[in-house]
C-alpha cells in the first residue's frame, strides 16, 4: 500500500450534475497529481498541485478544477458532467519539489456518469 | 502531441520464464521514466525508474532498460510468478516534472501455469 486514500470508492452521477473527488497524500509529500484512466487506457495527467497552488496542467477543460489543502490533502471537481467522464480518477503524492520525484498512486475513484 | 506507445497489448509467458514488456517513447525531452503495475481494482504500484542518464537500472527481479538513440524502453521480469498478471505501463516525464506523468496503453501481462 502507498499510504494514498481516496474517497469515495464509487460514485454514480447523471450527466450535468457536479461532482467532487477526495485524496489524501502520503505523509510527507507535498505535491498532488490527479489522473484520469478510461476503461483499457493508461492514465491521462489532469493537473498537478504544489503547495496549494496548480502547478501544471494536462488537456482538461475548465470544469476540471482542483483544489489543494494545507495538510496537502486535494479535491478534484468536475462541473456539468458529461458521459465521456465516466472513468477511474487516480490521484498521485510524490515527495519532491514540483513533483520532480516518483508518484505513489492511490487506489482511486470509480466515477459512472449516467 | 507527444505519446508513449506499446508494442504488444498482450503477453502470454510461462510461469518461471523471464519476460519482456517494451515500450517506445517519442518525446526526446523526457528525463525520467518509470514502470508501473495495475491489478485489476487498483491503482498503479511503482515497479522501477530510470533517469535519462543511465541506459539500465535492476531491482529484484525487474530490469530497466532504456535505448535513448531508438527511443526505446523495456521491462524485464526474471522469473515470473502468477502474482506478476497484471497490466504493465510505461510512463515518461518531460523536465521539470509540472507537466506530470505519460503513460503509454499498457501491456497485460498473463502468466500460465
Known amino acids: 500500500e502507498t499510504g494514498v486514500t481516496q474517497s469515495p470508492t464509487h460514485l454514480i452521477k447523471t450527466r450535468g450534475q457536479q461532482v467532487t473527488l477526495r485524496c489524501s497524500s502520503q505523509?510527507?509529500?507535498?505535491?498532488v497529481s490527479w489522473y484520469q484512466q478510461a476503461l483499457g487506457q493508461g492514465p491521462q495527467f489532469i493537473f498537478q498541485y504544489y503547495r496549494e497552488e496548480e502547478n501544471g496542467r494536462g488537456n482538461f477543460p475548465p470544469r476540471f478544477s482542483g483544489l489543494q489543502f494545507p495538510n496537502y490533502s486535494s479535491e478534484l471537481n468536475v462541473n456539468a458532467l458529461e458521459l465521456d467522464d465516466s472513468a477511474l480518477y487516480l490521484c498521485?503524492?510524490?515527495?519532491?519539489?514540483?513533483?520532480?520525484?516518483?508518484?505513489?498512486f492511490g487506489p482511486g475513484t470509480r466515477l459512472t456518469v449516467l | 502531441g507527444e505519446s508513449v506507445g506499446l508494442h504488444l497489448p498482450t503477453l502470454s509467458v510461462q510461469e518461471g520464464d523471464n519476460s519482456i514488456i517494451n515500450c517506445a517513447y517519442s518525446?526526446?525531452?523526457?528525463?525520467?521514466f518509470i514502470w508501473y503495475k495495475q491489478e485489476s481494482g487498483k491503482g498503479p504500484q511503482f515497479i522501477i525508474d530510470?533517469?535519462?542518464?543511465?541506459d539500465k537500472r535492476q531491482g529484484q527481479r525487474v530490469t530497466v532498460l532504456l535505448n535513448k538513440t531508438v527511443k526505446h524502453l523495456s521491462l524485464q521480469i526474471a522469473a515470473t510468478q502468477p502474482g506478476d498478471s497484471a497490466v504493465y505501463f510505461c510512463a515518461e516525464r518531460g523536465e521539470g516534472g509540472a507537466d506530470g506523468l505519460t503513460f503509454g496503453k499498457g501491456t497485460h501481462l498473463i502468466i500460465q501455469p
Open positions: 505523509s510527507g509529500h507535498n505535491t
Open positions: 518525446n526526446s525531452a523526457s528525463d525520467y
Open positions: 530510470i533517469r535519462s542518464n543511465m
Open positions: 498521485a503524492s510524490s515527495p519532491g519539489v514540483r513533483g520532480a520525484n516518483e508518484q505513489f
